[in-house]
Every structure is written in C-alpha cells, then in structure tokens.
C-alpha cells in the first residue's frame, strides 16, 4: 500500500511577521480571516522584539506540524489520534503571530491523511499476522516433514536437533510477532506439539527396536563363537576352513550389536578360529621347502624361456617353448607370494610369440595385401594430380596455393610411407 504523504509548505519569519502588528503599548495582533486578534503584549520590548517573539512561538508550531507530517507514514493509529488532537488544540487560537490558517489547513489535511494512514496501519497489522501465521505454518510444516519420515532412515541426533530448533523459532516468532486470535494459535501449536511428541514416539520406538535387534544379534554371534570353537582342533585343513569362511558369511549376516559388546564377541571369535588356523599353517609350513625347491625351477625355466626374446622367427620360438611349457606344468605348487612373479615372466614370453604369429599372419595375408596395393596405387595417382596442379600454380605465380598443395602433398606420401 503507497506511503501517506501530506505537502508542506515552508515558512520563514519574515513571511510569517507580515500577519502581526505591534501597538506602542506592546500589545501584538494577529491578522485572521476573521479580523485581527490580540495575541499578548510585550511593554518592555521594542516593537520588532515584540513580533518576533509570537512569530517564533508560529515557527515552533509549525515545526511540530512539519514533524507530524513527516512521521505520519510510520504511525499507528493511537499515535495518529493523539497526535492530530494535540495539533488541532494548538491551531485553535494560538498566542503566535504567522498564517494560522494555512497551519490549520495543515492541520486538517494531517487529520485526512491520518485516516488514510490508520486504513494503512490496519492493513499492515493484518499482513503481519498473515506473515506470522504463514511463518507459525511452515514451522509446523518442517516438525510435521521430520515427525513423518521413515525411523529406519532417520539421523536421530541430527533430526532432534533441528526439531529443538524449530521450538526455539517458534518461541522467537510468539515473542518477536504480533499475537495471533486464540483459535488460530492453539490449532497451529497443536499440530507443532503433535509432531514433536510423533518424532519423540518413534524414537523411542525405534531405539528400543534397536536394543532387541542387537540382543538377538548378540545371542546369534555367541552360537557362532561356540560353534568355531567345536572347530578349533580339526585337522581336516580343507573342509574345516570352508566351514570357517560360512561361519564369516554368517556373522556379517548377523549384523551389528552396539559397538562395545561387537568388538569384544569379534575378538573371541577370532581367537577361535585362530587356533585352528595357527595349526593349520604349522602343518602348511612343512611344504614350504618343497614350494621354494618349486620355484628355484620355475625361475630356471623362466630364464630359459627369456633367451627366446626377441622373436625372429615364431615358428622356431613356439618349438623352442613348447618343451619348457611340458616342464613347467610338471613342477608342483610355489610360494604364493612368488607365484605372480614367476607366471607374469613366462606369460611375457607366451605373450610376445603369440604377437609375433599374428603379426606373420597378417603381412602374408592375402587379402590385407590386397587392401594395402589398392590403397597405394590411389596415394599414387592422387600424388600425380598433386604434381600436375603444383605445376599449374606454379606457373601461374599462385604462391598460397602452391604452398598449399605441398602441404598436402607431403602427408600423402607420408601415409604413402606408411602402408608401402
């Protein structure tokens, strides 16, 4: 809605001494439409000291006026009232020398525009509480959004805060705010109570799910501690440790228990496990001997293998490798960690004939020869062309164009190059 505004027209004590008129007894009148008026007497003055004290006394007033006007877009209705009367009181038959008309004119135009501005003032105290109840609604909204969504996905610590935050904005808008009418009020704290104590219910809910899920997760996991220490002292190396990888498949199906008590039930099965594996990898130890035997041959073979490279001839490399390849798959397990040292060496090996064959076959294959004489003779009588148009250019003193054709000239030949 447009600001009030009234016009104020200026004043100086000069203009305003023009309405006054002094006796030689110091009595000071004031002209009025109604004639003049006697306003005070001043006898122990000059005339001009006489006038110009009822004139600044019409100054003053107007002063007021001019600040009633300026402030009167920012008053409420109340101020508004009080203000007009006591104006209105002023301009009334004021002891002061000037145009009291025009400053009850004043005055009455103020009282107009205060009209106006107190309609305004209505309006602007009724959006505020529109803009107070859209604020109460969006808090109860966010509460509402947070009380509905899914416990299982809730970051509880989180979600708790904000909702302890939006108490504090709501507390903040009743005090900040303009107050609401009662019904209005209890029905939005009702639906923002209802979400609080909604998100309250299941969390409680939720933790107490928590708890049971966890005792069962800690009853599952201390049939599997018992169940691995039954296994402890097996020596049947192989079955045994496919019965310990499905009991691990187990208990990370189990899921989790609260973080204290998981640890401590981790570190018993562990420790379970543990005696049947430090047992079986004592009884893995005495083929240790046998594995690194296993790989001081295969590193010989490798070796053997190496002196092959480069491949001059594949035919002959493949026969030469074919009776190491016969030896190496006689030679039982090595190390494991050796094992990708000595298969990455002779798959090196392996890799380089097989490239080499297949390079041999594709420079004697018909057909790819065939593509390769095609495309040649096309460079070549492209080249030709090229020839005859530098030629041209040449002669016609066309020393871009020449520059040109010799650019492409020069990468022709070099696929040219290439395929040849």
């Avoid at 420079?363 to 593509?371: N, Q, S």
């Amino acid at each position: 809605m447009a600001q009030v505004a009234v016009a104020a027209p200026s004043f100086d004590a000069e203009q305003a001494g023009q309405w006054g008129r002094v006796d030689d007894d110091g009595t000071v009148w004031v002209k009025e439409e109604s004639g003049e008026r006697a306003v005070g007497q001043f006898p122990d003055a000059s005339k001009d000291e006489a006038l110009s004290f009822y004139v600044q006394r019409f100054l003053d007033i107007e002063a007021e006026i001019r600040l009633a006007e300026a402030r009167l877009p920012q008053l409420g209705p109340r101020d508004v009232d009080t203000t007009l009367s006591s104006l209105a009181e002023q301009v009334a038959a004021p002891a002061a020398v000037g145009d009291l008309q025009a400053l009850r004119d004043r005055v009455q135009a103020l009282k107009d525009a205060g009209a106006e501005r107190k309609k305004q003032a209505a309006a602007e105290r009724e959006a505020a509480k529109k803009e107070a109840v859209e604020r109460r609604e969006n808090i109860v909204a966010r509460a509402e959004k947070i009380a509905a969504k899914d416990p299982q996905k809730v970051q509880w610590r989180q979600s708790g805060q904000q909702i302890r935050a939006l108490l504090d904005e709501w507390k903040e808008a009743q005090r900040r705010g303009p107050r609401l009418d009662r019904p209005t009020e209890d029905a939005l704290w009702k639906r923002f109570s209802h979400a609080r104590t909604t998100f309250d219910r299941h969390r409680r809910q939720f933790f107490s799910e928590l708890d049971s899920k966890q005792k069962e997760v800690k009853a599952k996991k201390e049939e599997l501690i018992t169940r691995a220490s039954e296994m402890a002292n097996s020596t049947d190396w192989g079955r045994t440790t496919t019965a310990y990888r499905a009991l691990m498949d187990e208990w990370k199906a189990a899921g989790r228990s609260n973080r204290k008590e998981d640890d401590e039930l981790w570190k018993r099965f562990r420790a379970a496990q543990q005696v049947f594996f430090d047992a079986r990898n004592a009884a893995n130890a005495q083929t240790d001997q046998e594995q690194q035997e296993n790989l001081t041959k295969k590193r010989a073979l490798c070796e053997r293998a190496e002196a092959i490279l480069p491949v001059t001839d594949p035919k002959r490399a493949r026969a030469a490798l074919r009776p190491i390849q016969d030896e190496w798959e006689q030679i039982g397990f090595v190390p494991r960690n050796a094992m990708s040292e000595v298969e990455v060496r002779m798959r090196k090996v392996e890799d380089a004939i097989r490239e080499a064959e297949q390079e041999q076959w594709r420079a004697t294959d018909p057909e790819v020869t065939a593509r390769k004489s095609a495309l040649a003779t096309q460079i070549e009588e492209s080249l030709a062309k090229l020839d005859e148009d530098i030629a041209a250019a040449t002669s016609a003193g066309n020393d871009a164009k020449v520059k040109k054709l010799q650019e492409e000239r020069a990468a022709k030949q070099a696929w040219l190059d290439t395929i040849s």
